[in-house]
């Protein structure tokens, strides 16, 4: 892959993969091989965090289709060596989290991936890219299912103020949708961020999707899109030049 071409995105927007039987297998000790170094690299990454979990999902038979769509990270990875986390000194002490989902999204099973970041004043410290357990009958309901992933915060302010840090406001949930009368027979504990909400421990304020950082940890973007998401992504170090303009 040394020498291979690098690609402007980590997965294509035509990728749908699936178990593809009838294409031929490969071997199975590179492929989790594969998986395995780019799992690693998500630590730092959090741009490739959706397709590397995706192609995961085929490491018991891996097959052509899904070592392509692998090598195309690789390549993605060699287009943008200079991705990583920065963390400004300057940063506040608020909490922020984005939320948002792709309804539907797995062939396999139809179920719908949720993606959420979690920020400390302008710097990313917690992120991810999960299925959801359960499949949801309308995007209300998934979007309401994903937003509990939320909670993640109230953690992380209860772990400052056992620190005796100042918060300088309550967390803040940024998400696509708002509560509605369809969630009502969802398991009670996804209520649990109702509840927090209507007590005033935490805030949701709806976003629109051109605005919502956490869609790329949901489903492959274009270029322009994926490097608005990227930005956006306030603690990312994309580029020296975009570093100096933040400064």
């Known amino acids: 892959m040394a020498d291979a071409s690098p690609q402007m995105t980590p997965m294509s927007t035509s990728t749908a993969l699936d178990t593809d039987e009838d294409v031929n297998e490969v071997d199975q000790k590179v492929y989790r091989g594969m998986i395995g170094s780019l799992l690693y690299l998500t ?27 692998v090598k ?22 608020s909490v922020l989290g984005f939320l948002d989902l792709d309804h539907g999204g797995c062939r396999l099973d139809c179920k719908s991936t949720s993606g959420a970041c979690q920020f400390l004043g302008t710097s990313l ?34 772990t400052l103020r ?10 803040s949930c940024v998400i696509n949708t708002v509560l509605h009368s369809r969630t009502k027979h969802i398991d009670v504990r996804y209520h649990f961020l109702r509840n927090k909400y209507e007590k005033g421990i935490i805030d ?44």
């Open 72 to 93: 195309q990270i690789l390549r993605y990875t060699k287009f943008t060596p200079e991705f990583g986390l920065w963390y400004s000194v300057n940063s506040t002490l």
């Open 125 to 158: 410290v917690s992120w991810s890219s999960r299925k959801q357990s359960s499949v949801a009958t309308s995007t209300c309901e998934a979007e309401y299912v994903a937003a509990t992933s939320c909670t993640q915060m109230l953690w992380m302010l209860a």
């Open 43 to 69: 630590a730092t990454r959090p741009d490739i965090q959706f397709s590397v979990g995706l192609c995961a999902r085929f490491q018991a038979y891996p097959r052509e289709s899904h070592r392509t769509a």
């Open 204 to 247: 949701l304020v709806k976003v629109l999707c051109e605005n919502q950082v956490a869609d790329i940890l949901t489903k492959p973007l274009k270029f322009q899109p994926l490097e608005g998401g990227v930005r956006s992504l306030l603690s990312l170090l994309v580029k020296e030049s975009f570093v100096s303009s933040k400064a």
């Open 162 to 171: 056992d620190m005796a840090l100042p918060m300088e406001e309550f967390p």
